[in-house]
């Protein structure tokens, strides 16, 4: 009796569908929903769009003989962390249309620049003279260099536990995404900015003119071709994305040094290289703790 009820209990586990996947598949149709109906409003028209259907219907089933094998060898750790690349795939060609969207409802509110500057000098954080600093010390100059590294970061903080059956933490990273972009996207259609050196009128290197030049054309009149590049100021994304790696890496105990010393880095790098005022940097951190409380609580409700 005793051998064949852990037998029983495992098939049983296997046959079920989690309540994660019932999560995400609500909010998939939810966020698709949103995105038809939102770019047909806004006139956003969406290039090779035909292409990335059918290049990520095609990718699904290829990905999902992943945890097809291990849901053959019982693994159900492995299988159901690796059910998370689909749900990740998905909303990796969504959420950005969510984004453009609330840009283009928000188009005729006036930026928010001077507002936001104004802010960070009634806090004493001056972000030119944080500029300033770091261009004449190697310190700030190495700090500034970390700002691209978080988009490496955001691939290894997915892919890792979702490949090494980290479930918990695997599902984390999805959810706390997409609280996060349920707080954020909002913020960014209410106070559209484009960033330090717009409010602050200094010279923009390329990728900030690059930015500037992305979010002008989102707030332009008439049918814009989605093509986002850094147009999220307030919140900061870069501030929550980087903590939300952190807190999806922090169940590998060998790379929490580095994760937390290279997460500091890149949060301070948001100001160091002008990128974003200081109360961007605020309130990216209290939306990444909310969406980190949220997820970890949603976790013991969907998580056996």
């Known amino acids: 009796m005793n051998s064949i009820a852990p037998s029983i209990s495992i098939r049983s586990r296997l046959g079920a569908f989690p309540r994660f996947d019932w999560l995400m598949a609500f909010a998939s149709a939810t966020v698709l929903a949103i995105s038809f109906a939102g770019c047909k409003l806004t006139l956003i028209r969406i290039p090779d769009l035909a292409t990335t259907i059918l290049g990520t219907v095609l990718l699904i ?12 060898k019982g693994k159900i750790e492995l299988r ?7 749900w990740c795939l998905i909303f990796r060609f969504t959420l950005g249309y969510t984004v453009a969207i609330a840009g283009r409802l928000g188009m005729n509110i006036p930026l928010q620049d001077e507002y936001l500057a104004r802010l960070d000098h009634s806090l004493g954080v001056s972000v030119p003279e944080i500029m300033e600093w770091s261009s004449h010390h190697w310190f700030g100059n190495f700090v500034s ?33 997409l609280i996060a972009f349920a707080v954020t996207v909002p913020l960014f259609g209410l106070f559209p900015a484009v960033g330090p050196w717009y409010g602050y009128h200094l010279p923009a290197n390329p990728t900030m003119a690059a930015c ?93």
């Not at 089933?61 to 053959?72: A, F, G, K, T």
């Not at 159901?80 to 689909?86: E, G, N, Q, R, V």
């Not at 892919?159 to 990273?173: D, H």
């Open 61 to 72: 089933p290829i990905i999902l003989l992943i945890p097809i094998y291990w849901h053959e």
């Open 145 to 177: 260099r970390t700002y691209p590294l978080l988009f490496p970061m955001l691939q290894i903080s997915f892919f890792l536990p979702a490949l090494t059956g980290k479930v918990r933490a695997a599902q984390q990273f999805i959810t706390s995404n």
């Open 212 to 304: 500037q030049l992305s979010l002008f054309h989102l707030r332009a009149a008439g049918p814009y071709t989605l093509n986002l590049y850094g147009v999220v100021c307030f919140p900061s994304f870069h501030v929550i994305w980087v903590l939300l790696c952190a807190n999806s890496l922090w169940c590998f105990k060998p790379l929490r040094i580095p994760v937390a010393i290279l997460s500091i880095l890149i949060v301070l790098s948001t100001m160091t290289s002008g990128m974003h005022y200081f109360v961007d940097v605020l309130a990216g951190l209290l939306v990444a703790a909310a969406a980190i409380a949220a997820s970890r609580a949603l976790s013991r409700w969907h998580t056996p």
């Open 80 to 86: 159901d962390a690796a059910l998370t690349i689909p």
